[in-house]
């Protein structure tokens, strides 16, 4: 197995070493930065020490490989595609790119890629690959994704099929990290609230046992479908919220947002509701219809 990586920064050293761990001794890099005052020694040190061979371009690195990594940045990710394209005229190898960037930049990596008959994976990692290494959980489509799979999986890789469209396993991170780095903005907003008005200890406690109660899907299916009924009552509560943050000095953006939600919800026709939700579907219906 023949492995090559376009950018090597920290998620293209932890996968390189977890794989050179399991007794891949074909591993090839290359980084546009290798020469670059501040950054070049580190890349120089992370390569020798996942024993990664460095090459001097990128036409060096794609030729005679299977599996190609590219991991840049996001913004980078489709002018980067484009000239690595250039070079995988005669290739038959998998391009794989790990970037954070949109479903939309990588389908139109895709279709570049398309045009010189190279396979495609989208893939989306949700870990901390320090931890992890090449084994951090994996998202993937697009249409190498089967012959991804079916190569790296003996190698101990923990890749799941999401789909042959390109974006599709992007969109799954994007959409899960609303909720991961979203809840963060309201767990410090509760929480710079609680300790401003000295009762941690008791929203906290209190808190914990509503949320431990029940599971998480059963938890978002009440939450959703108990504030499509109750929503004008629950935005007007949120007002009071808005309110004292605001009468203490701090800032309430995260609950103004959901207050507006919850008046878009309001606004929906009451007698939509022929009996009363019971799963976070029967809403979003609702809302499709009323747009």
């Known amino acids: 197995m023949r492995i090559g990586f376009i950018g090597y920064g920290e998620a293209s050293f932890e996968l390189s ?3 050179r761990d399991e007794g891949l001794e074909h591993i090839k890099a290359y980084d546009v930065m290798v020469g670059h005052e501040d950054f070049g020694p580190k890349i120089l040190q992370r ?5 990664v061979f460095l090459k001097n371009s990128i036409a060096e690195v794609v030729s005679d490989l299977d599996v190609l990594f590219v991991a840049v940045p996001a913004n980078k990710a489709l002018d980067v595609s484009v000239e690595i394209t250039s070079f995988l005229e005669e290739s038959n190898l998998i391009y794989v790119d790990v970037s954070a960037a949109t479903p939309k930049v990588k389908q139109d990596i895709s279709k ?4 010189v008959d190279i396979t495609f994976v989208d893939v989306a990692m949700l870990g901390p690959l320090p931890v992890y290494k090449h084994k951090v959980p994996i998202m993937a489509s697009g249409t190498g994704t089967l012959y991804l799979i079916e190569k790296m999986t003996p190698l101990n890789m923990s890749i799941d ?3 042959e469209n390109p974006g599709e396993a992007s969109a799954v991170k994007l959409v899960r990290s609303i909720f991961m780095k979203g809840i963060v903005g309201l767990y410090v907003e509760m929480l710079e609230a609680s300790e401003t008005f000295n009762v941690s200890e008791k929203v906290l406690t209190s808190l914990e046992e509503t949320m431990d109660t029940h599971t998480f899907m059963n938890t978002l299916n009440r939450l959703v479908a108990g ?3 109750h929503a004008k009552r629950r935005g007007i509560e949120l007002e009071g919220s808005i309110e004292m943050l605001k009468e203490a000095g701090l800032e ?3 609950s103004t947002a959901a207050r507006d939600r919850f008046e878009k919800l309001a606004n929906l026709n009451a007698d939509i509701w022929e009996s009363a939700p019971t799963n976070w579907k029967d809403v979003l219906s609702k809302i499709h219809v009323s747009e």
């Not at 570049?112 to 045009?115: I, N, S, T, V, Y």
């Open 161 to 163: 099929y999401v789909g």
């Open 47 to 51: 390569a020798q020490e996942a024993g």
């Open 17 to 19: 070493r977890g794989l």
């Open 227 to 229: 504030s499509a009924v």
């Open 112 to 115: 570049g890629l398309e045009k």
């Open 252 to 254: 309430a953006t995260m």
